[in-house]
């Protein structure tokens, strides 16, 4: 079975200063791995992905993430927060799994950046 | 522009109502899902639909049924069975496989569920 897990339930962090939210996955096989950035009331939204290839990815809005196979974690950075940035993120894995790529969703970490 | 479109946004059940919740989506993805967020939770799996005419049950399908007669289509109803169904109801579809282009999901904007 796969699972995530972001082991924070939110991450404070002052305007300008670098951020780092946590993702550590399980899976059997080679994982996709994912995050999704949600605003209140909205769906989620694509943020970025890995597949395969260089394990540093960027993606929208100046995010990106390492993925690091060793420690089985994808942590999402940025290194210039902006009080825009807060919201809720998501890190879901996809793999494989009884036939079917059915993805696995952490529980989500609340961002909040100060002013 | 290509999506996936979820009404109504908001909606008010009363208690014993069977409601139905719309997704449609024009990305032509074969896969679609439907997906409960409480606080807290995250999102956790209620049904999901790989093609036309079938459809499997997620980790919390009890009090929910739903249809896939469109590839464009996959209905959610909240029965009275569901004993409780306030939250946030998200809808997405993506490929059905895995590849290279696989962007995982494409999520609607999502109704919210209230029973009065």
């Known amino acids: 079975a796969q699972s995530v897990a972001q082991p924070e339930d939110q991450v404070n962090v002052a305007e300008g200063n670098p951020l780092t939210v946590k993702c550590t996955y399980s899976v059997s096989g080679n994982p996709y791995l994912f995050w999704y950035v949600q605003y209140p009331n909205r769906g989620l939204q694509f943020l970025l992905k890995y597949i395969t290839g260089d394990n540093l990815v960027k993606g929208s809005y100046g995010f990106e993430a390492e993925f690091n196979k060793s420690q089985t974690s994808f942590h999402l950075k940025k290194p210039s927060a902006l009080v825009s940035d807060s919201a809720l993120y998501f890190c879901?894995?996809?793999?494989?799994?009884?036939?079917?790529?059915?993805?696995?969703f952490g529980r989500g970490t609340s961002l909040i950046v100060h002013p | 522009d290509g999506g996936i479109t979820q009404s109504p946004k908001y909606l008010f059940r009363k208690e014993g109502q069977n409601v139905t919740l719309s997704c449609e989506q024009n990305l032509n993805h074969d896969a679609m899902y439907w997906y409960r967020q409480d606080p807290g939770q995250g999102l956790r799996l209620i049904y999901y639909s790989q093609i036309v005419n079938d459809f499997q049950k997620g980790d919390i399908a009890e009090g929910y049924s739903v249809s896939r007669e469109k590839k464009e289509s996959f209905p959610l109803t909240v029965t009275s069975a569901q004993k409780n169904p306030t939250a946030f109801y998200l809808c997405?579809?993506?490929?059905?496989?895995?590849?290279?282009?696989?962007?995982?999901?494409?999520f609607g904007s999502g109704t919210r569920l209230t029973v009065v």
């Open positions: 997405a579809s993506s490929i059905a496989g895995q590849g290279l282009m696989d962007y995982g999901y494409t």
């Open positions: 879901a894995v996809r793999a494989l799994s009884g036939g079917s790529y059915i993805p696995t």
